[in-house]
């Protein structure tokens, strides 16, 4: 499975964008779908995830200010960041987490997109 991820940018405090990212295929285990960040210097940490189910989680730091959203249709996810902060600046990757019965889960990641808040 292959991850395609877009929408990220420069964007001043205060502002709004929208990443989306697409699975190259229909995902029929059970699965979340979500987004992590990266920022210079830190680890790898949880932004939003969301199952086929649609449970949802966030990171305490953006609740209330990011939406996540998925359509299984379409095989996509969406993360909509609205009164974007310095310390949001980071680069968000795609992730897919895939769940199989009597397996080990597997992990798909996308390649990337920088978010950058700057006034």
């Known amino acids: 499975v292959q991850l395609q991820a877009c929408g990220g940018g420069l964007v001043q405090p205060g502002g709004s964008l929208r990443l989306s990212c697409v699975a190259s295929?229909?995902?029929?285990?059970?699965?979340?779908m979500g987004w992590y960040r990266q920022a210079p210097g830190k680890q790898r940490e949880l932004v939003a995830t969301?199952?086929?189910?649609?449970?949802?989680n966030y990171a305490d730091s953006v609740k209330g200010r990011f939406t996540i959203s998925r359509d299984n249709a379409k095989n996509t996810v969406s993360l909509q960041m609205n009164s974007l902060k310095p310390e949001d600046t980071a680069v968000y990757h795609c992730?897919?987490?895939?769940?199989?019965?009597?397996?080990?889960?597997?992990?798909?990641w996308g390649q990337g997109t920088l978010v950058t808040v700057s006034s």
């Open positions: 992730n897919l987490h895939i769940i199989r019965h009597g397996f080990p889960p597997v992990d798909y």
């Open positions: 295929e229909s995902i029929f285990s059970s699965n979340a």
């Open positions: 969301i199952t086929n189910g649609g449970i949802i």
